[in-house]
């Protein structure tokens, strides 16, 4: 796949397909609205894609840059959809707030609707868009992020509601997850914010390099693979198919594990296996996938990405749209070096999710 | 014009065999210049033609299938609704948007053909307002503003009315008061969002407006097929194909006409698992554009719930159940994961004659699949499949929710609205719940969930 440069709309199929990847709750894999709108933006003026190693040469030690997300739920965004100029309110705030002028822009992470908000972002406001970003995935809490575990802050931080709500947050005390939680819900299920201001030096070294051009990369690959599209995309990203299996139950419960900050609800996902054994594959959701067991054994954990790909539609699949009797691939994808450190495992791994499994798979 | 609102459940009131029983089912579809019919589920498929206008051939193919009595007559209307979209015969719609915002991301009738606008387009109007993610009210009902919108009907010849309001999912009381007092305020018949449905709003909007827009001339062919099937097969109930392949009773229909429109995926897998004598299956469509694959669960074509209007308005979204097909290849199976397609039959459909017929089975044999291969001419399998067709309903909606009781509750009218659907459809249905979720809205910390209950009728498979 060539360097991506610059993304126009003729990358967005690619982006759209790559960003879905490892995303269950907040995965929007029908085309509406807000894909329209971004496909457009890209249409009307491509976004400047700048690669980590050029960013450090190319924007000075005081040159500063943000990072820009929609923090709640994506059905909520569908049906209280953008009025567009929400980013530019969010970031045109913060820049008052700070007394700055942004110089880049990077996603908050690159999965779900976070990758079409920052670069139709970055389409709107005009700056170029540094390839990295905080996550390396999708994880709900915005100070759960490698930034954070690089010393970066959330706040100051603004944000816009669907109800035109603007919130400013300075945080000395590090709640600025907690604040803007409570914000979003009052403010209707979700907040477009600009966030993590700081040097654009500092984001690219905190950051996840090339996150969002691995994500182009996986879709382009996600639109050509003919078939066995699970174990191409496992081979592409290091990680490997745990199984193929037919969703048999879908059930939500009572959290029982530790108390935990997470704004989820639990949700289990019962698969039997389709090779000779038919084992019992169980995955359990916080908002995304966070654990997966086979017949009890644990195969995969957050922090590592727990992929469901629908291998006859060759994309990933949203959990509303999950039905019993559809056939699954379930994917393990490596977490980012980043979260592989104990600091990384204690932010990102299953006891931040209040749960007790190993955090190393067996 | 009488001031009407759509209930959001319409009953049909159509004779019911006297017998109870689903018996000998005809299913004809409908082109503007002919019909093709099927009688099938009486031991023998019978299939029969005639030309001329909708109304002349359908009586001409009901006197040849249903000289005996039949407990169903099915029909696809999805040409005629196309010709009714494409050729200039739309209603004029003027558009209430309840909304935070007179701005979003998607402008309505942006990217619609021209001359579709121009007939459709009688004004719109934003109200600020609509309920927000916890079923509260944001902001009082504007009246003035609502006032505006009936002059604004009034004045731009507007033959129907569309109110579209953000959270009618959640709560559709605003829809409902606003659309009173606007029928009460122009006499015009008023369409809602929350009756087409969907969790996307804008969407809602074009779906409802589309709704809005065909209403009048798909009813009065509703009305006068009706007449046709009535005076031809007394005792016969008469339903209308939609797009995910299910039927409507005429009222259904007629208050959601778009769901009439692209019937054709949905009806050609059915008609090809009716054929094959599979409930269940994976089925793939092979012709010059290439293969694609789809899958019935017994008897119900996987759909998807959001639909790209290509080719009558590419480009152009709306909330509309149809058969999810996903296109695979040029003609080859080597898109196809035979992982994917095992434990069902793989139903192999050419709908044109190929040279390499045997190319494609070959390789799904060997991969250890169990393939059936079913040729016909697409209008007879259209015929089949309208046969095989099940009344269903999917309701997706979304609930408040603060605790378990809660959620049973929230289950429990889901589970209502689309019980009631079904049997609007068909009075007889015996009801099965293919699916009964809640599923909690992520990331949010509040408790608003999504309600999604699957209802169709129990029913054997009508082989054809």
């Known amino acids: 796949m060539p360097e991506v ?25 029908y085309r509406g609205s807000l894909e329209t709108w971004v496909h457009a933006l890209l249409q009307e003026r491509p976004v400047e894609l700048v690669d980590p190693a050029e960013a450090r040469e190319r924007f000075g030690e005081e040159e500063m840059g943000l990072a820009v997300l929609m923090v709640g739920a994506m059905l909520s965004l569908l049906e209280y959809p953008f009025r567009g100029d ?69 706040s100051p931080l603004a944000g816009v509601g669907p ?130 067991t086979v017949d009890g054994a644990v195969v995969g954990a957050v922090p590592d990405m727990i992929c469901l790909i629908d291998p006859l539609r060759r994309r990933s699949v949203e959990l509303s749209d999950l039905r019993v009797g559809q056939v699954m691939e379930v994917l393990v994808l490596p977490a980012a070096e980043a979260w592989r450190t104990p600091s990384g495992r204690a932010m990102a791994g299953p006891g931040a999710f209040g749960l007790s499994w190993p955090a190393q798979p067996a | 014009m009488s001031a009407t609102v759509c209930a959001p459940v319409l009953a049909d009131t159509a004779p019911v065999a006297a017998d109870g029983e689903v018996g000998p089912v005809v299913g004809v579809h409908l082109r503007r210049d002919r019909a093709v019919g099927v009688r099938a589920g009486d031991g023998s498929s019978r299939t029969a033609a005639a030309a001329g206008s909708p109304a002349t051939s359908l009586a001409a193919v009901l006197a040849e299938l249903a000289p005996e009595r039949c407990s169903r007559v ?42 579709v606008v121009e007939q459709v387009d009688a004004g719109r109007l934003h109200v600020s307002g609509g309920h927000d993610f916890h079923g509260r009210r944001v902001g009082d009902v ?40 606007l029928s009460r305020a122009t006499g015009r018949h008023v369409v809602m969002s929350h009756g087409a449905g969907g969790v996307r709003h804008l969407e809602r909007e074009t779906t409802t407006v589309l709704d809005g827009a065909l209403r009048g001339e798909v009813g009065a062919l509703l009305d006068e097929l009706y007449d046709v099937v009535d005076h031809v097969a007394p005792g016969a109930r008469p339903g209308f194909a939609a797009a995910d392949g299910s039927w409507l009773g005429r009222e259904q229909a007629r208050a959601h006409a778009l769901r009439l429109l692209g019937t054709r995926e ?69 898109g196809l994961s035979p992982a994917a397609l095992l434990g069902r039959p793989v139903v192999l459909v050419d709908l ?42 999917e309701v997706v909606t979304y609930a408040a929710v603060d605790g378990p009781a809660a959620w049973q509750r929230a289950r429990d009218v889901a589970r209502h609205q689309a019980q009631a659907q079904v049997l609007a459809a068909d009075p007889r249905a015996r009801l099965r719940t293919v699916a009964d979720q809640v599923i909690p809205l992520s990331y949010l910390s509040t408790g608003v969930v999504q309600v999604r209950c699957y209802v169709v009728a129990e029913q054997e498979l009508v082989r054809a």
Do not use: K
């Open chain 1, 5 to 29: 440069r610059s993304i126009t709309a003729d990358h967005f199929d690619d982006l759209f397909l790559g960003s879905q990847l490892g995303v269950l709750s907040a995965a929007s894999t």
């Open chain 1, 86 to 154: 929400e980013a530019v309110v969010a970031v045109r705030r913060l820049e008052r707030t700070l007394g700055v002028r942004f110089a880049a822009m990077c996603p908050f992470n690159c999965s779900g609707p976070n990758a079409l908000v920052a670069v139709g972002a970055a389409s709107l406001l005009g700056l170029p868009l540094v390839d990295c970003d905080g996550q390396g995935r999708i994880l709900p809490l915005i100070d759960q992020t490698t930034f954070a575990l690089g010393g970066l802050r959330a």
């Open chain 1, 163 to 292: 109800w035109g709500d603007v919130i400013t947050v300075d945080s000395p005390g590090d709640r600025a997850e907690e604040i803007v939680r409570a914000a979003v819900s009052g403010a209707g299920g979700w907040m477009l914010c600009a966030t993590y201001p700081a040097p654009v030096h500092r984001l690219v070294e905190t950051g996840i390099q090339r996150s969002l051009s691995q994500r182009i990369a996986s879709g382009a690959l996600m639109q050509t693979a003919r078939s066995d599209l699970g174990e191409r995309l496992a081979r592409h990203l290091g990680g490997r198919l745990v199984a193929r299996a037919r969703v048999v139950e879908l059930s939500g419960h009572q959290h029982t594990g530790l108390r935990t900050r997470q704004p989820a609800s639990p949700y289990s996902i019962l698969l039997r296996g389709l090779s000779s054994t038919e084992p019992l594959i169980r995955l359990e959701v916080r908002n995304e996938i966070v654990v997966a």
């Open chain 2, 74 to 115: 099915l029909l696809d209307l999805a040409p005629l609704v196309a010709d009714v979209l494409e050729g200039g015969r739309l209603a004029a719609v003027t558009t209430v948007r309840i909304a935070p915002s007179d701005r979003a991301i998607g402008v309505l009738y942006g990217g619609w053909p021209p001359a």
């Open chain 2, 142 to 181: 504007d009246e003035e503003a609502i006032a505006a919108a009936g002059r604004l009907a009034v004045q731009r010849g507007a033959d129907v009315m569309a109110v579209s309001a953000v959270g009618a999912m959640i709560d559709s009381s605003l829809e409902l008061e606003v659309a009173a007092r």
């Open chain 2, 266 to 334: 949905a009806l050609l897998v059915q008609g090809a698992a009716a054929t094959a004598g599979t409930p269940s299956a994976h089925v793939l469509l092979r012709d010059r554009r290439g293969l694609r694959a789809t899958a019935v669960d017994d008897g119900c074509v996987r759909a998807d719930p959001v639909r790209d209007l290509a080719p009558w308005l590419p480009g152009v979204h709306a909330n509309q159940r149809h058969a999810s097909v996903l296109p695979v290849g040029p003609g080859d199976a080597s």
């Open chain 2, 352 to 393: 044109e004659p190929r040279a390499d017929e045997g190319e494609v089975p070959q390789r799904l044999v060997a991969a250890g699949l169990e393939v059936r291969q079913v040729a016909a001419a697409p209008d007879v399998l259209l015929a089949r499949g309208l046969c095989a067709a099940v009344p269903q309903c």
